[in-house]
Nanobody
Framework: QVQLVESGGGLVQAGGSLRLSCVAS????????MRWYRQPPGKQRDLVAV???????TYVDSVKGRFTISRENAKKTMTLQMSSLKPEDTAVYYC???????????????WGQGTQVTVSS
């Protein structure tokens, strides 16, 4: 069984910063791509950023230059450093990962429970 647990959300004023963390635990052999998604109130869940096991990163245009995704493979953690936050960044942020359990098994996709980020104007 694999668990992803997010932390670090909260309430911040526009222009402020927050750092989200995601910790993976359980029967993990290795982790492939890790992603942050977000779901604003009443809207669909959308991809925010991706980081490969090798550290390559991709961002949605709306967060480029403001958000930084990173990971520590040995600690099975991923972070999202968010700065210059805007009210439109308000959402529940979810951690997502492709996880290999036993060696030679295929990767399975897992989600965290989400953490709320609220940016006030």
């Amino acid at each position: 069984q694999v668990q992803l647990v997010e932390s670090g959300g909260g309430l911040v004023q526009a222009g402020g910063s927050l750092r989200l963390s995601c910790v993976a635990s359980g029967s993990i052999f290795s982790i492939d791509d890790m992603r942050w998604y977000r779901q604003p109130p009443g809207k669909q869940r959308d991809l925010v950023a991706v980081i490969t096991s090798g550290g390559n990163t991709t961002y949605v245009d709306s967060v480029k230059g403001r958000f930084t995704i990173s990971r520590e493979n040995a600690k099975k953690t991923m972070t999202l450093q968010m700065s210059s936050l805007k009210p439109e960044d308000t959402a529940v942020y979810y951690c997502n990962a492709e996880v290999f359990g036993p060696p030679f098994s295929k990767a399975l996709n897992y989600w965290g429970q989400g953490t709320q980020v609220t940016v006030s104007s």
